[in-house]
Structure formats: structure tokens, C-alpha cells
């Protein structure tokens, strides 16, 4: 039976390959950091400036949260071999969802596997086919998933566009539904921006809506309290559902959670599929996380940083001729359409010591393929203004070809 199969793969493969949307994992040894060391293909390893992780904190690697996790196993060893309604729930894991919801202005929380998982699992426990779901048009693969795993019914509004929510609001009220969840990332990974929170809190009381905001690339660092976009905005309190990962700045290893009002969280435990169905969360990521929250509140020039090293980035890029993306997070989008342009760019900087990805379809809209640049505090300014030299250099040589 494969063989059919098997030719009609390799096919799809090659076709992949020669539109330049085949994606290859480049090979790292050692740890995550603002300076890592990748393999390459002929087995050496080529020292080189990382700006492609979601370290915003630069805790990936931080001693103090090897410690936490390290004291985390000691204490609860190493797996729970359980779900949590089992016999996977200890006081560690009660007490980061105590944390976490505290963290972020929320009533309680609840722990997933993955971030992914959290989104996969909020809508369906909540909602059924008498209630809408109003989401964003690039929302996240993980909210989009959430949405198709449950039976409200769909509606999608032009990114960030609050004339279109108000249409798509009045739209599903006018179809008579129960509930309406406005669905958002807080920030948006690809294009760096921030969702016009705000105005969708204000439509959400006009129309009646709950919001639910997923904020993996804010927790940590957005907001006076780095609590994310809620706190960027002052609107903490505001918003009933927040998921969020562990696995970006607050220390990259996994893990996520949703938190929300009371009920939403309780009905969760008892309902939500990758919950109930999936282990217990780690120890040492647990005992880790803990520490993460912690210096976040102890040590606030870390998360003004990277926002102070990103717009450093962009003013050099943009000086430079370069079409960037204006942003107010810790990410750089470098525009450059063509999909092929943009891998050949970052293959270039890769060459020279600068570790970038080029994004494209499906990761983004096609034609709208880009460098996505994130800054860290594990970064200095030298190996900022070094980057942007090094941009500058591969687009005057890639013009020149
Ligand atoms: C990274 C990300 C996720 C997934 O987080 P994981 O914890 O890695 O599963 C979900 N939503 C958004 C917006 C993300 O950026």
C-alpha cells in the first residue's frame, strides 16, 4: 500500500523544495543563547549570534532556573506517570497555578502540557453550537485548531480590523447565539504587532462577548509587570481567558496554561480534553517556571531590554533602507515578499555568523514571506549593531547579483 503513497510524498517533498518552502532544522550543540554553536553539514560546528528565539527573558539557560529545576526533581523526582485527576497532582503544580494566576490578574489557572494544548482544549468544555466565536484572521495554528475541535459557530475578522469584529459581533448576534467569545493573540508572533485590545474590550461589553487572549509572546515581558498585553494596556481584570506557554520567556523549556474566572478554569478541569488526557506536567519545568515568575517581579530591567534592543534593531534597519515592520514588541519583521529571497537571505547571514530564519508559507500569508528577528536580554548592543551591519551587507550584495 505505501508504494502509491510513497511516490505521491516524494512528489509533494521535491515540490516543497523547489518553491522554497521546505524547512530544514539546523542542528544545534549545547545550549540555548544569545551565542550558540550549529552543525554544519559537514559536521563542524560554526560559532553564531542567535536571533531566532522566543528567549525574550534570556532565561533559557539562566543558573538559577537549572537550580529550580534541578531542586524540583529532587524533591518530586522526575515524572508523575500520571494525568493530573489520577495521581499526577502534587503542591508544586497547585502552587505555580496559584502563581501563574496571580501573575496575570486571573482567579485560577489550570496547567497543559503545551500552550498548544491549552488553546486545543479551552473552547470546546465552554461552548456549543448555539454560541460564536469571533477570532482573528492570523490568529495562532493552536486557537484555530481550538476553534475546529468545537461546535460554535465560526466567524473571522480582518487582523486587528475592529470595524470588521463590530460586524462579525453583530452578525453573530443577529444569528441569535448564546455566547460570543472574541478569540486573539496578544501579540502576533509573525508581524510583531499587538492586538488592539483595548477596542476589543470595548466592543466585547458592547456586544456582550467574554475576550480570550493568547498571550505566549507577551507573557513575561509586555506591561509595566511584564503580566502582558492585559497589563500593556491596563486592562487587567478586563479579559476573562488568558492561555499562555512556559515554553518562550519564561525559560523555554514547556508547558503552558490557561487562566481565567473561576468557573472557567473549574469546568476546564473537568472537561478539557488535553487536559484530562494527557501526563502531568514535569517537575523540574514546574519548579522552573516558579523561579521564572519570580524574576520577572525581582529583576525588571530584564524585560525592558529586549524592547530597548529591538528598537535599537529597527531604527538601524530602517536607516539602512530595509523594510521593517514597526513593532512595540521584542520581534523584527524583515520584510521581503519573495519566498525564496527571504530563505536565500538568511542562509547568507547564516554564513556569516548571524542566525535568522526566513518565514513563508503557510507560517505566513503567501507573498508576505520575511526575516523574523527577536531580541533577548542574553543580547549586548555590540551583537545588535553587528546583526544589523551584517543585514545591511547581504542585502547591498543580494541587490548587486
Ligand atoms: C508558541 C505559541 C503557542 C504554542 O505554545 P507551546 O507552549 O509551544 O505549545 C500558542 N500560541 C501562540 C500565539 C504561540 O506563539
Redesign the pocket.
Known amino acids: 500500500m505505501f508504494g502509491a503513497m510513497k511516490d505521491d510524498l516524494q512528489i509533494a517533498l521535491e515540490n516543497l523544495k523547489t518553491k522554497g518552502l521546505y524547512k530544514s532544522e539546523r542542528i544545534i550543540a549545547g545550549p540555548q543563547d544569545a551565542v550558540m554553536h550549529v552543525k554544519r553539514p559537514d559536521g563542524a560546528t560554526r560559532e553564531v549570534l542567535n536571533f531566532c528565539a522566543?528567549n525574550y527573558l534570556g532565561l533559557g539557560n539562566h543558573p538559577a532556573l537549572i537550580r529550580a529545576a534541578s531542586q524540583a526533581m529532587e524533591r518530586y523526582g522526575y515524572g508523575y506517570a500520571s494525568v493530573r485527576f489520577i495521581c499526577g497532582t502534587s503542591d508544586l503544580h497547585r502552587e505555580l497555578e496559584e502563581k501563574v494566576a496571580e501573575f496575570l490578574g486571573m482567579d485560577d489557572a489550570i496547567l497543559?502540557?503545551?500552550?498548544?494544548?491549552?488553546?486545543g482544549g479551552v473552547f470546546e468544555p465552554l461552548l456549543g453550537e448555539d454560541d460564536a466565536i469571533i477570532s482573528d484572521a492570523l490568529?495562532?495554528?493552536?486557537?484555530i485548531d481550538g476553534v475546529r475541535l468545537c461546535k460554535a459557530r465560526r466567524y473571522r475578522y480582518a487582523h486587528a480590523d475592529l470595524d470588521d469584529l463590530e460586524k462579525q459581533l453583530q452578525a453573530a448576534h443577529d444569528a441569535g447565539s448564546r455566547y460570543r467569545v472574541i478569540a486573539t493573540?496578544?501579540?502576533?508572533?509573525m508581524d510583531g504587532d499587538i492586538a488592539p485590545l483595548p477596542g476589543i474590550a470595548e466592543l466585547a461589553e458592547r456586544y456582550d462577548a467574554l475576550v480570550m487572549v493568547?498571550?505566549?509572546?507577551a507573557t513575561g515581558y509586555l506591561g509595566e509587570g511584564g503580566r502582558g498585553t492585559a497589563d500593556y494596556f491596563g486592562l487587567q481584570g478586563k479579559i476573562d481567558i488568558v492561555?499562555?506557554?512556559?515554553?518562550?520567556a519564561l525559560g523555554g523549556a514547556?508547558?503552558?496554561c490557561t487562566a481565567g474566572r473561576r468557573e472557567i478554569v473549574e469546568m476546564l478541569r473537568q472537561r478539557s480534553r488535553p487536559y484530562l488526557f494527557s501526563n502531568s506536567l514535569a517537575p523540574a519545568v514546574v519548579g522552573a517556571t516558579l523561579r521564572a515568575l519570580q524574576i520577572v517581579e525581582e529583576e525588571p530591567e530584564r524585560r525592558t531590554r529586549p524592547l530597548e534592543l529591538a528598537s535599537r534593531l529597527r531604527s538601524a534597519l530602517t536607516a539602512g533602507g530595509l523594510d521593517v515592520l514597526p513593532t512595540e514588541t521584542a520581534i523584527v519583521p524583515v520584510m521581503l515578499y519573495d519566498e525564496v529571497t527571504a530563505l536565500d537571505m538568511a542562509d547568507r547571514l547564516l554564513d556569516r555568523g548571524i542566525y535568522v530564519i526566513g518565514f513563508a508559507y503557510p507560517v505566513v500569508p503567501r507573498g508576505r514571506a520575511r526575516i523574523r528577528v527577536q531580541l533577548s536580554a542574553a543580547h549586548t548592543e555590540e551583537q545588535v549593531d553587528r546583526a544589523a551591519e551584517e543585514f545591511l551587507e547581504v542585502a547591498r550584495e543580494m541587490k548587486r547579483e
Not at 112 to 119: C, L, P, S, T, V
Open positions: 522566543n497543559y502540557a503545551a500552550a498548544f494544548d491549552a488553546n490568529n495562532h495554528a493552536s486557537i493573540d496578544g501579540v502576533f508572533s493568547d498571550d505566549c509572546h492561555t499562555t506557554t512556559f515554553g518562550k514547556s508547558g503552558g
